[in-house]
Structures are given as structure tokens and as C-alpha cells.
């Protein structure tokens, strides 16, 4: 059966945190927030937080500067995955993938749909991989970032969690799922 093994030592994932919006601030960022504290509950390390505007340049070069650093697992963003005129995060990040993981948004939609019903149609959440850093992009609600972290996240990133978990993935942690 699927689960956590509580048998297994839990590794810590070095995990950023990126808003997209035009209006979020600190001191409004409740996504963003939700997004800390569940990765910091379940044990996780915060590598970097940051809020940026719905600007393509702007997402990138933020995003860029995580994948480039080696104290960067993960980098979970919230916001810009609409259809929104402004909502531009999926053609700023996907350019950047190496590979694309498909089904998160497939696992992402199931998840939501049973909360949410067929508006789940509205959110272009992804993820993928570029270079050796795995990229989630979640919808801008808290909500979302709930079900995304809560059903699908905290297992996912959880080292152990069986069969495998993504966390083997990461180079310094690849021996997990050998």
C-alpha cells in the first residue's frame, strides 16, 4: 500500500516559496503564508521566499535565481495560473523545464475537483523539473494551495512516503529510491 513509513527517516527538502500577484503584499500573502508553514510543519527547510508581479521577466528571474542555487530543492509557486489577462506563470516557467511532469496536473485537477467541482477547469496548475529543482505551480487561492499541499505536496515531498517519493529525485537524495 501507498503511504508514509514511519519506519524511514524523513530528509528534509530545501523548499521556496514564490507568490505571483500584482496586488499581494507580506502583510496580505495568505497563499504564500499557507505555503511556509505547511512545508515548515511538515519539517521542511524554507530556502527563499518571494512575492513578484505578474510579469514574465520578473517570474523568471526570480525562479532562476532558486534553480541556480544549491540550497534550492523546491520551488512551489501560487498565483498566475488563470486565465486572467495578467495571469502569465505558465508561459514564464515552462520555458525553463527540462521536463515537464505531467501528472501533477492530472493528480492536481483530481484533487481539486472533488473540493471545488469542474471549476478546477479554470487553474493551469504544473510542474516540472528544471535542471536538478522541481517546480510546482499552483493556483493563487488559498484553497488550492491547501489541497495542492495537503493531498498531494506533503506526501510527494515526503522522504518516506512509498513506494518512492520525489524527494529521491533530488541528487543528494537519490539513494532513497534505489
Not at 505547511?38 to 527547510?45: I, K, L, P, Y
Request: negative net charge.
Amino acid at each position: 500500500m501507498p503511504g508514509i513509513d514511519e519506519n524511514l527517516t524523513f530528509h528534509p527538502l530545501n523548499i521556496a516559496i514564490l507568490t505571483i500577484s500584482d496586488t499581494r503584499t507580506e502583510e496580505n500573502d495568505g497563499s504564500g503564508a499557507l505555503l511556509v508553514q505547511r512545508a515548515r510543519a511538515a519539517g521542511h527547510r524554507l530556502a527563499g521566499k518571494a512575492i513578484v508581479q505578474d510579469d514574465v521577466t520578473a517570474i523568471r528571474a526570480q525562479v532562476m535565481s532558486w534553480i541556480n542555487s544549491p540550497d534550492v530543492d523546491i520551488v512551489i509557486s501560487t498565483g498566475g495560473t488563470g486565465f486572467a489577462p495578467r495571469d502569465v506563470t505558465p508561459e514564464a516557467i515552462r520555458p525553463l523545464f527540462r521536463r515537464e511532469m505531467d501528472g501533477f496536473s492530472v493528480v492536481f485537477h483530481q484533487a481539486s475537483a472533488g473540493v471545488i467541482g469542474v471549476s478546477t477547469l479554470q487553474s493551469r496548475a504544473f510542474a516540472g523539473q528544471a535542471g536538478d529543482c522541481f517546480i510546482f505551480c499552483l493556483p493563487g487561492s488559498t484553497g488550492a494551495c491547501r489541497d495542492g499541499w495537503d493531498l498531494i505536496l506533503s506526501q510527494e515531498l515526503d522522504s518516506r512516503y512509498r513506494p518512492c517519493s520525489l524527494a529521491g529525485q533530488i541528487p543528494r537524495l537519490r539513494h532513497l529510491c534505489a
